[in-house]
């Protein structure tokens, strides 16, 4: 029955034209396939969904794409040029959840909606179309649905320009929007470090012009990204029409209000704000000026580092089992958002690290207060998407009241704080931003609005009864027509004996009257066929109306459109109203959400031990009794205890140049990539404000983190796992400078013994010599635990075991000094290796330490020369081969002047040379 899915008041025929047909022959086909065709050609890029009645369709090729990522049926309507044209359709009141999967499959959706009464469409004649246009573009980067975003995460779209500095180099300008929430930043980057910028941003889109698109350079770069990128044609994408664009859309005169933007910036700003409004047509977003992010504020962490160290994700790509899952205490969907943004970049600058740190000590301290303060900012929904969404008019009843509400939750709050004497800056900052909010506001939204709301704004009765008398009247008379509908229904039942008669409505036919086939047939026939009109036959029931059903849904249609019309002008007159508060609301969102973060990183501190860290200029690195957050969770949960350890990594006295090296020796098992990673996460811990799993903790700043730990291929590059490796060291080698915290794990373990213990060796002498950085080195090279004797800067430690009746126990201290011996046999032993093979490796052991000890390769070590940096040391120059006899008598012959006689000779004497 596809006839259900086909609006009332227009005939559907079939389709005879797919969208690529030249416009002549557009003209043999029906007039709603002709208006589907042209809409089509506009936007060649996106997938249509075409609004006819209660269904979005689509055709085509269209068609056979969502068929195969929603999983839904492709049918066939009408023919062209013999074959069938597909098509397939997805209800609107159902439309979101399919819309969520075809986004995160990276389609873009173009959303095409009847914008026209059909009662106006009828009366330019009976086979006039209704009218349709696109109303808006849905791209991964631009959505605003709450049922397709994440609460917790950011949905940016971020937009990318160039502004090339010669022949070879060039600055890219990143400007980053939130359209769901208003934030709008922009930064300037060299191409090295569009990767570190893009694995920090997390965007759901990115934009660049189609000059930047198509650079041969960067071909590859996009193809891996792994975020949907789209091109944009390069006319009025300059920093002239950029600027133009921006200080149209502020109502600005000069953008030095906003601060000091490069060109570059702000022709990245001006094509997001442009494929924004492609986006959106018309509809405003509510964003705020454009900040600027200064590239030096923020550690560094490049792509492979994140993933290493499971920040935000593991590497499976859950966020259960993560960091961010770890430390998360927020209860409002903003205050997640912004946790998650400080811990993708923790800040560089002492100073604003250390308000964040006060903060989070003064709602330690007042454990009442944080109390109060979670308490109140759980009734917290989420304002700034509910006011992106009423700016765009996207927005429901209940994106009104979840203003209404945390609106209300916010003056509350404000009352807590300014009962405490010395707040700390940040906390001081979001009071006052709480304070400019007018409290009228909250307490109309409370006075209009129901208790019981529903999602959309046409579907009627979100006021509250007594606020309106002209619609409580009109509701009443609504109340009162269902009664009579009731009683009809059972009038219509009695007099026909029908028991299974019933009255019922949808949008196509309005109110009719349902049997069961059986007796429909008997109510095509007199006496009933005067009462009852047939209107439609179904596979088991019949539906008729009547004259005096067709006046009673005349009258109570009537009483529902004045209604709703009422209704929907109370709704606009709110709307109105809080759209004129969004500037001091934005605020107050972002208040919260700070609040929030300090409250849910105090209460994590106070219930777990974590201690505030001091964070200076400096170049220490002093752990005491530090712990890895995500592990030490997970043992609690079992009941068992965390080992913590100690770490020093501060220059060892005033003269150093630079900071030390560990190198960590142990069994597999023991615990040293834990160390490793725990180390880097109390570095980004307290950088991003909060405190850290330690009893104490000093770090000088760190302004790049690399992470070089685990084994993982890339086979679709054609890299093997120790290609991956060694990619990875050599950025770390390359980039890494004295502020750098490097953790690296067995380094040189893909290749040759001596190969590997050579690559490893020449990487710590780089790192002490060269990068001047802290670091921890995990090996298993025992040999190069020599080198802590001839470089100053190089200590060791190792994992302490113990041996009990054959086993090994692990002990997961790090104690100073170095390993004998790997255990490698006894972790094989507990993985359950058979003991065939067990004992055949203990045997092969003891052969082959038998021979280390009678020519040791760690005698090496005092026969190798010091380090010599690479770029002090000459390059040597090319030896040039000796001369050759055999090469110079072949060059002497000339074999087209020879005799035979001759050749045979010369080959004589050539094999003379030969045997000398």
Same mark, same amino acid.
């Given at each position: 029955?596809?006839?259900?899915?086909?609006?009332?008041?227009?005939?559907?025929?079939?389709?005879?034209?797919?969208?690529?047909?030249?416009?002549?022959?557009?003209?043999?086909?029906?007039?709603m396939?002709?208006?589907?065709?042209?809409?089509?050609a506009?936007?060649?890029?996106?997938?249509?969904?075409?609004?006819?009645?209660?269904?979005?369709?689509?055709?085509?090729?269209?068609?056979?794409?969502?068929?195969?990522?929603?999983?839904?049926?492709?049918?066939?309507?009408?023919?062209?040029?013999?074959?069938?044209?597909?098509?397939?359709?997805?209800?609107?009141?159902?439309?979101?959840?399919?819309?969520?999967?075809?986004?995160?499959?990276g389609?873009?959706?173009?959303?095409?909606?009847?914008?026209?009464?059909?009662a106006?469409?009828?009366?330019?004649?009976?086979?006039?179309?209704?009218?349709?246009?696109?109303?808006?573009l849905v791209?991964?980067?631009?959505?605003?649905?709450?049922?397709?975003?994440?609460?917790?995460?950011?949905?940016?779209?971020?937009?990318?320009?160039?502004?090339?500095?010669?022949?070879?180099?060039?600055?890219?300008?990143?400007?980053?929007?939130?359209?769901?929430?208003?934030?709008?930043?922009?930064?300037?980057?060299?191409?090295?470090?569009?990767? &570190?910028?893009?694995?920090?941003?997390?965007p759901?889109?990115?934009?660049?012009?189609?000059?930047?698109?198509?650079?041969?350079?960067?071909?590859?770069?996009?193809?891996?990204?792994?975020?949907?990128?789209?091109?944009?044609?390069?006319?009025?994408?300059?920093?002239?029409?950029?600027e133009?664009?921006?200080?149209?859309?502020?109502?600005?005169?000069?953008?030095?209000?906003?601060?000091?933007?490069?060109?570059?910036?702000?022709?990245?700003? *001006?094509?997001?704000?442009?494929?924004?409004?492609?986006? #959106?047509?018309?509809?405003?977003?509510?964003?705020?000026?454009?900040?600027?992010?200064?590239?030096?504020?923020?550690?560094?962490?490049?792509?492979?580092?994140?993933?290493?160290?499971?920040?935000?994700r593991?590497?499976?790509?859950?966020?259960?089992?993560?960091?961010?899952?770890?430390?998360?205490?927020?209860?409002?969907?903003?205050?997640?958002?912004?946790?998650?943004?400080r811990?993708a970049?923790?800040?560089?600058?002492?100073?604003?690290?250390?308000?964040?740190?006060?903060?989070?000590?003064?709602?330690?301290?007042?454990?009442?207060?944080?109390?109060?303060? #979670?308490?109140?900012?759980?009734?917290?929904?989420?304002?700034a998407?509910?006011?992106?969404r009423?700016?765009?008019?996207? +927005?429901?009843?209940?994106?009104?009241?979840?203003?209404?509400?945390?609106?209300?939750?916010?003056?509350?709050?404000?009352?807590?704080?300014l009962?405490?004497?010395?707040l700390?800056?940040?906390?001081?900052?979001?009071?006052?931003?709480?304070?400019?909010?007018?409290?009228?506001?909250?307490?109309?939204?409370?006075?209009?609005?129901?208790?019981?709301?529903?999602?959309?704004?046409?579907?009627?009765?979100?006021?509250?009864?007594?606020?309106?008398?002209?619609?409580?009247?009109?509701?009443?008379?609504?109340?009162?027509s269902?009664?009579? &509908?009731?009683?009809?229904?059972?009038?219509?039942?009695?007099?026909?004996?029908?028991?299974?008669?019933?009255?019922?409505?949808?949008?196509?036919?309005?109110?009719?009257?349902?049997?069961?086939?059986?007796? *429909?047939?008997?109510?095509?026939?007199?006496?009933?066929?005067a009462?009852?009109?047939?209107?439609?036959?179904?596979?088991?029931?019949?539906?008729?109306?009547?004259?005096?059903?067709?006046?009673?849904?005349?009258?109570?249609?009537?009483? @529902?459109?004045?209604?709703?019309?009422?209704?929907?002008?109370?709704?606009?007159?709110?709307?109105?109203?809080?759209?004129?508060?969004?500037?001091?609301?934005?605020?107050?969102?972002?208040?919260?959400?700070?609040?929030?973060?300090?409250?849910?990183l105090?209460?994590l501190?106070?219930r777990?031990?974590?201690?505030?860290?001091?964070?200076?200029?400096?170049?220490?690195?002093?752990?005491?009794?530090?712990r890895?957050?995500?592990?030490?969770? @997970?043992?609690?949960?079992?009941?068992?205890?965390?080992?913590?350890?100690?770490?020093?990594?501060?220059?060892?006295?005033?003269?150093?140049?630079?900071?030390?090296?560990?190198?960590?020796?142990?069994?597999?098992?023991?615990?040293?990539?834990?160390?490793?990673?725990?180390?880097?996460?109390?570095?980004?811990?307290?950088?991003?404000?909060?405190?850290?799993p330690?009893?104490?903790?000093?770090?000088?700043?760190?302004?790049?983190?690399?992470?070089?730990?685990?084994?993982?291929?890339?086979?679709?590059?054609?890299?093997?796992?120790?290609?991956?490796?060694?990619?990875?060291?050599?950025?770390?080698?390359?980039?890494?400078?004295?502020?750098?915290?490097?953790?690296?794990?067995?380094? +040189?373990?893909?290749?040759?013994?001596?190969?590997?213990?050579? &690559?490893?060796?020449?990487?710590?002498?780089?790192?002490?010599?060269?990068?001047?950085?802290?670091?921890?080195?995990?090996?298993?090279?025992?040999?190069?635990?020599?080198?802590?004797?001839?470089?100053?800067?190089?200590?060791?430690?190792?994992?302490?075991?113990?041996?009990?009746?054959?086993e090994?126990?692990?002990?997961?201290?790090?104690?100073?000094?170095?390993?004998?011996?790997?255990?490698?046999?006894?972790?094989?032993k507990?993985?359950?290796?058979?003991?065939?093979?067990?004992?055949?490796?203990?045997?092969?052991?003891?052969?082959?330490e038998?021979?280390?000890?009678?020519?040791?390769?760690?005698?090496?070590?005092?026969?190798?020369?010091?380090?010599?940096?690479?770029?002090?040391?000459?390059?040597?120059?090319?030896?040039?081969?000796?001369?050759?006899?055999?090469?110079?008598?072949?060059?002497?012959?000339?074999?087209?002047?020879?005799?035979?006689?001759?050749?045979?000779?010369?080959?004589?004497?050539?094999? *003379?040379?030969?045997?000398?």
């Open positions: 029955m596809h006839s259900a899915r086909q609006s009332l008041h227009e005939r559907v025929d079939p389709p005879a034209a797919p969208p690529a047909v030249a416009r002549e022959e557009t003209s043999r086909v029906t007039p396939m002709a208006q589907y065709v042209e809409i089509k506009a936007n060649p890029d996106c997938l249509l969904f075409y609004r006819m009645g209660d269904f979005y369709e689509l055709f085509f090729s269209d068609a056979e794409i969502a068929s195969r990522t929603l999983g839904i049926v492709l049918t066939k309507r009408g023919k062209h040029q013999g074959d069938d044209i597909p098509m397939c359709g997805v209800p609107v009141e159902r439309a979101d959840d399919y819309l969520q999967r075809l986004i995160a499959a389609h873009r959706v173009a959303v095409c909606e009847q914008t026209e009464d059909p106006e469409a009828r009366k330019r004649g009976p086979k006039s179309v209704v009218k349709r246009d696109v109303v808006r791209t991964p980067g631009t959505i605003t649905e709450e049922r397709l975003l994440e609460p917790g995460r950011a949905s940016l779209l971020v937009a990318v320009a160039r502004r090339k500095l010669g022949d070879t180099s060039a600055l890219y300008g990143i400007a980053a929007i939130d359209i769901s929430t208003g934030r709008f930043s922009v930064m300037e980057a060299p191409q090295e470090r569009l990767a &570190i910028e893009f694995a920090r941003l997390e759901r889109e990115i934009v660049c012009p189609d000059a930047i698109h198509d650079d041969p350079e960067l071909k590859e770069f996009w193809r891996e990204i792994g975020v949907p990128v789209t091109p944009l044609a390069r006319e009025g994408l300059d920093a002239a029409s950029a133009r664009r921006l200080k149209d859309f502020f109502g600005v005169a000069t953008l030095d209000a906003f601060g000091s933007f490069s060109r570059a910036e702000v022709a990245a700003a *001006g094509a997001a704000l442009a494929y924004v409004e492609r986006t #959106q047509f018309g509809a405003r977003p509510p964003l705020s000026p454009p900040v600027r992010d200064a590239g030096s504020a923020t550690m560094l962490i490049d792509a492979a580092t994140r993933a290493n160290l499971e920040l935000t593991t590497l499976s790509g859950e966020r259960s089992g993560s960091l961010l899952a770890a430390i998360d205490r927020t209860v409002t969907p903003g205050g997640a958002r912004l946790l998650a943004e811990l970049g923790p800040l560089t600058d002492p100073a604003p690290i250390a308000e964040r740190h006060d903060a989070v000590e003064a709602l330690v301290s007042d454990g009442a207060l944080r109390e109060d303060l #979670q308490a109140a900012l759980a009734k917290v929904p989420d304002i998407r509910a006011l992106a009423l700016s765009l008019d996207r +927005g429901g009843p209940r994106d009104l009241a979840a203003l209404g509400s945390g609106l209300s939750a916010a003056r509350a709050i404000v009352g807590m704080l009962h405490r004497a010395a700390p800056a940040e906390l001081s900052r979001a009071s006052r931003a709480l304070s400019e909010i007018d409290p009228d506001l909250p307490a109309r939204l409370e006075a209009t609005l129901a208790d019981e709301l529903p999602l959309n704004r046409r579907d009627g009765r979100f006021v509250r009864e007594g606020h309106d008398p002209d619609l409580d009247e009109l509701r009443l008379l609504q109340v009162d269902r009664k009579v &509908i009731a009683q009809l229904q059972a009038r219509y039942a009695a007099d026909t004996g029908c028991r299974t008669l019933r009255i019922k409505h949808n949008s196509m036919l309005g109110y009719f009257v349902e049997v069961p086939q059986a007796i *429909g047939e008997d109510f095509l026939k007199e006496p009933w066929r009462t009852f009109v047939h209107r439609q036959t179904m596979s088991d029931a019949m539906r008729f109306s009547s004259v005096e059903l067709g006046g009673l849904e005349a009258k109570i249609a009537s009483a @529902a459109d004045r209604a709703l019309k009422l209704e929907l002008g109370i709704f606009a007159a709110l709307s109105e109203s809080v759209l004129a508060h969004a500037e001091p609301i934005k605020r107050a969102a972002a208040a919260l959400a700070e609040i929030d973060v300090a409250a849910g105090a209460e501190a106070a777990e031990g974590w201690n505030r860290p001091l964070i200076d200029a400096s170049e220490a690195f002093t752990i005491r009794a530090g890895h957050a995500v592990v030490e969770a @997970a043992l609690k949960r079992d009941g068992k205890p965390f080992v913590a350890n100690e770490t020093e990594l501060s220059p060892p006295g005033a003269d150093a140049k630079g900071g030390r090296i560990c190198l960590i020796t142990g069994p597999n098992m023991a615990g040293k990539s834990t160390f490793l990673r725990q180390n880097a996460l109390i570095a980004v811990l307290a950088q991003m404000g909060a405190f850290v330690a009893a104490s903790a000093h770090i000088g700043v760190v302004d790049r983190l690399f992470s070089r730990v685990g084994a993982a291929d890339d086979l679709a590059r054609g890299r093997s796992t120790f290609m991956v490796e060694m990619v990875e060291t050599a950025a770390i080698l390359n980039q890494a400078g004295p502020r750098a915290l490097v953790i690296l794990d067995e380094i +040189g373990r893909g290749t040759a013994t001596f190969d590997g213990l050579s &690559i490893a060796w020449a990487a710590i002498e780089h790192l002490h010599e060269v990068n001047r950085c802290r670091g921890l080195f995990a090996t298993h090279y025992h040999e190069l635990t020599a080198l802590a004797d001839r470089l100053e800067r190089v200590t060791n430690a190792t994992v302490r075991v113990t041996e009990w009746n054959g090994v126990i692990f002990l997961h201290e790090v104690v100073p000094g170095a390993a004998d011996r790997s255990y490698g046999i006894q972790v094989a507990l993985a359950g290796l058979p003991p065939a093979v067990v004992e055949r490796a203990r045997s092969i052991l003891s052969e082959l038998k021979t280390e000890r009678e020519k040791p390769v760690a005698s090496l070590v005092d026969d190798l020369p010091l380090f010599a940096a690479p770029q002090r040391r000459a390059a040597p120059a090319p030896t040039l081969p000796a001369e050759d006899p055999l090469r110079l008598a072949l060059d002497g012959l000339d074999l087209d002047e020879m005799t035979p006689r001759e050749a045979l000779e010369a080959l004589y004497r050539l094999k *003379g040379l030969g045997n000398v």
